[in-house]
């Protein structure tokens, strides 16, 4: 039986190798009888600024309440994006500002440093491409974005397991060798 799948691509372009990578990923998981919806940051109108207090008394523009919607309605969760100065490009981020509030995807407890994830009973696959090699991503700089998205982020509201697959070195690879990511990820899909 299938699974609902919500497969976010983070990249600013569209037609982007992270792009590829998202389509290869759906095509693989709808290809196993999965149940496959894409969201492409790049073509959501949002503001990703928290300009108030708090994200959650900002005006909700609908792509913010399409994007809860879709998080609700998915039992697996597939974030595709590059790594850029270490972390995710800013498109992403600000989603996650606006998206995952506090009373939606987290709670405080009252009196309390801990606090509750709200959004468990789902799974989530990090997809990011990057111009190091991966050994050396996680080596010389420890991996900071997947660990912030993967622990701080995604974990943190109650989603696990956070599964994550690293590509690189992008830059001056063959076009062999990005169709072998893309049979990889397209793989991937069909079986997470």
Same mark, same amino acid.
């Given at each position: ?100 509030? #506090?009373?939606?995807?987290?709670? !405080?407890?009252?009196?309390? *440093?801990?606090?509750?994830? $709200? /959004?468990? @009973?789902? #799974?989530?696959?990090?997809?990011? !491409?990057?111009?190091?090699? *991966?050994?050396?991503?996680? $080596? /010389?700089? @420890? ?50």
């Amino acid at each position: 039986m299938g699974r609902k799948v919500l497969v976010v691509l983070g990249h600013p372009r569209i037609d982007s190798y992270c792009g590829a990578l998202a389509t290869a990923y759906a095509t693989g998981a709808a290809g196993a009888g999965h149940d496959v919806r894409r969201l492409d940051l790049a073509e959501s109108e949002f503001d990703p600024v928290v300009r108030l207090t708090s994200a959650k008394d900002q005006p909700t523009e609908p792509e913010i309440i399409r994007s809860r919607e879709l998080i609700e309605w998915c039992e697996h969760l597939v974030l595709v994006y590059p790594t850029w100065w270490g972390t995710t490009p800013a498109l992403l981020k600000g989603w996650f500002d606006r998206v995952f509030v #506090s009373d939606w995807a987290f709670r !405080t407890r009252e009196d309390s *440093p801990l606090w509750d994830g $709200l /959004l468990g @009973g789902r #799974s989530a696959r990090i997809i990011t !491409t990057m111009d190091a090699p *991966p050994w050396a991503h996680r $080596l /010389l700089f @420890g991996a900071p974005g997947v660990k912030a998205i993967k622990y701080a982020t995604l974990r943190f509201c109650g989603i696990k397991p956070v599964k994550t697959k690293l590509i690189g070195s992008v830059k001056g690879s063959t076009p062999s060798r990005r169709e072998k990511w893309l049979s990889s990820v397209e793989r991937l899909g069909a079986v997470d």
